[in-house]
């Protein structure tokens, strides 16, 4: 099977969490032969699950890592030691593992597992996709939960409360497994290990890694500075942040005012339809110089803003870029970078 291919394949809408425990028998549950840490969380489980991943390293440990999504190619989403997963090393995985009643997420999960078991890695850090309860992720029985935060965000999926979406998330938490959790996740985990805000949400990432391994009586803080891209990250002119949820733009304003106080900013924003966008916009209003909406050629993002000035991604040349994973990388490409056109 092609790699392709996975995108005809089924979306995580729709929960295969029993077909994907029957592959995972099937396949032996690769997971087993290493450990584990899970990470599930609103926002900032990718952060901190690369900085978890880049401090083991440090140590000498042989470390998988699984995040998602990806910016421009969706290897990006397994790695051993920081090495992306090769292409022709994925496909004779997907032909391993393609099952018709899983979901690509599904596959690309057990994709990592068998990588993980067939480099042998010592622990692998295991972002999980969507919830935590029902995904794909959580057919392992880890060392160590992490909760980084509870806010609303695919509400379609795993309720309109907050309370219902931490009910999802706590699906992760398993019996005598110690669990770490983010400041937005500690009312609703009050018997957990609890990290306090921060005035950054960078800051705060920092600080539940920190903890987290602190958990495992690891103390090293040498790859705790590690972010993925695109975290409150500045390219020329542009400070590029994949917050899409109206709780991450809040945490995106407040790193605006920590690093840069009294100042106001030009954004330039697109949404998946299934986002919160007005209120997105209405958390960084007080620092918005302006607010334009970006015109992408990838049709899982929002055409219409009612009210708002619509500009093309070439038009982009300052400012802060935010709203979805996917603008970023086509924003990105009018530098001459790839840009591919995929919902992995």
Same mark, same amino acid.
């Given at each position: ?39 599930? &969380? ?5 952060? #901190?699950? /690369?900085? *978890?991943? @880049? %401090?083991?390293?440090?140590? $000498? ?70 919830? &935590? ?5 959580? #057919?392992? /029985?880890? *060392?160590? @939960? %992490?909760?980084?935060?509870? $806010? ?70 040498? &790859? ?121």
């Amino acid at each position: 099977m092609h790699l392709d291919q996975l995108l005809n394949m089924p979306g995580r809408g729709r929960i295969t969490f029993d077909a994907m425990k029957r592959a995972d028998l099937k396949l032996g549950s690769p997971h087993k032969s290493f450990r584990t840490i899970h990470v599930a &969380g609103t926002n900032g489980k990718g952060s #901190v699950a /690369t900085k *978890i991943a @880049s %401090v083991l390293q440090n140590l $000498g440990l042989k470390v998988g890592l699984y995040t998602s999504p990806h910016i421009w190619r969706f290897t990006e989403r397994i790695r051993v030691n920081g090495q992306m997963i090769a292409e022709e090393t994925a496909e004779l995985l997907l032909d391993v593992v393609h099952d018709p009643t899983l979901s690509f997420f599904d596959c690309l999960t057990l994709m990592a597992f068998l990588h993980f078991a067939r480099e042998k890695v010592d622990i692998a850090v295991i972002e999980a996709g969507l919830g &935590g309860r029902f995904d794909a992720t959580n #057919v392992i /029985t880890p *060392i160590l @939960s %992490v909760i980084t935060s509870i $806010g609303y965000d695919h509400m379609a999926i795993l309720g309109n409360t907050l309370d219902a979406i931490a009910y999802e998330k706590a699906g992760i938490i398993k019996p005598n497994v110690p669990v770490v959790v983010g400041s937005s996740a500690a009312p609703f985990f009050p018997t957990a290990i609890h990290v306090e805000p921060k005035p950054f949400y960078e800051l705060e990432n920092r600080a539940i890694a920190a903890k987290a391994l602190q958990t495992l009586d690891i103390w090293q803080t040498a &790859g705790l500075e590690t972010t993925p891209p695109c975290r409150f990250q500045k390219i020329g002119n542009i400070l590029f942040d994949v917050a899409h949820n109206p709780q991450a733009f809040e945490r995106l304003a407040e790193g605006l005012k920590f690093h840069f106080p009294g100042k106001k900013f030009p954004f330039h924003l697109a949404f998946s339809m299934d986002k919160d966008w007005e209120g997105c916009v209405n958390a960084i209003k007080p620092i918005a110089s302006s607010i334009r909406m970006i015109r992408s050629r990838l049709p899982r993002l929002r055409q219409e803003y009612p009210g708002f000035e619509m500009i093309d991604p070439k038009e982009v040349e300052e400012g802060v870029v935010a709203g979805s994973f996917y603008v970023i990388a086509e924003i990105q490409s009018q530098e001459g970078a790839p840009f591919r056109l995929s919902h992995l």
